[in-house]
């Protein structure tokens, strides 16, 4: 069966360091996309790709990069994890024919100490 | 002000109730809304999907968009310990990017 995974499901950090959290989809999705997810504020888009080399900003972006160099992947990094980057972070995939249908990950608790 | 409202709950009902899970938005140009459930530690799914207003059902979910008071509701009949779960709307904006309320929690009791 096709699925989308998230890798690690659990993380902890130091505030500084260099995080990639990674996500494999098989459904040959052509969209990609991370969010965040925190009290309070519901799920926010973080970066976004339509295809391979592909990669958009989103409403949350800052601190935050993404690459697409095939069609499965699309890793999330942070660059100098801060403590307001503890969140959980959702990895989804969906097809452009088929608008609103997100598939998501399990996700990534990340804790940034 | 959000782009998506949702009552935020918790709310908890007896097994056998009819749930009312209610969102409100703000622009009038969204076209596709959606209901997402969300079991704890796990990620959301899909669990229905309208275009533009009117109802939509699917067993015991039924979906409804009112366009003209821009508002977005799910009803759940019979409801059963398993629907405990957050429920999430969305509402699609562009080319695949949608925009999400808090949730609302639900707790169903035997």
């Known amino acids: 069966d096709a699925e989308i995974t998230q890798s690690p499901r659990h993380k902890i950090t130091e505030t500084g360091r260099q995080v990639t959290l990674a996500c494999h989809q098989t459904?040959?999705?052509?969209?990609m996309f991370w969010y965040r997810q925190d009290l309070g504020h519901g799920l926010r888009l973080i970066h976004y790709?339509?295809?391979?080399?592909?990669?958009n900003k989103g409403e949350v972006s800052d601190g935050y990069s993404v690459s697409r160099s095939n069609t499965e992947d699309l890793p999330l990094t942070l660059e100098s994890a801060a403590s307001s980057q503890t969140s959980v972070y959702f990895c989804?995939?969906?097809?452009?024919?088929?608008?609103?249908?997100?598939?998501f990950g399990e996700g990534s608790r990340l804790t940034v100490l | 002000q959000k782009e998506v409202e949702q009552d935020p709950g918790p709310l908890s009902v007896p097994e056998g109730a009819i749930v009312s899970l209610n969102c409100t938005y703000s622009?009038?140009?969204?076209?596709?809304f959606m209901w997402y459930r969300q079991y704890s530690r796990k990620g959301p799914e899909l669990l229905m999907y309208?275009?533009?207003?009117g109802n939509k059902e699917d067993g015991r979910f039924t979906a409804q968009v009112d366009k003209s008071s821009k508002y977005i509701s799910l009803f759940i009949r019979d409801s059963q310990p398993s629907d405990s779960a957050t429920y999430l709307c969305?509402?699609?904006?562009?080319?695949?990017?949608?925009?999400f309320g808090d949730g609302t929690t639900l707790t169903v009791k035997p």
């Open positions: 989804a995939s969906s097809e452009t024919a088929a608008p609103g249908e997100l598939f």
């Open positions: 790709s339509y295809g391979v080399q592909d990669t």
């Open positions: 622009n009038s140009a969204f076209q596709y």
């Open positions: 969305a509402t699609e904006y562009d080319a695949g990017k949608s925009t």
């Open positions: 309208t275009y533009s207003s």
């Open positions: 459904w040959n999705h052509n969209n």
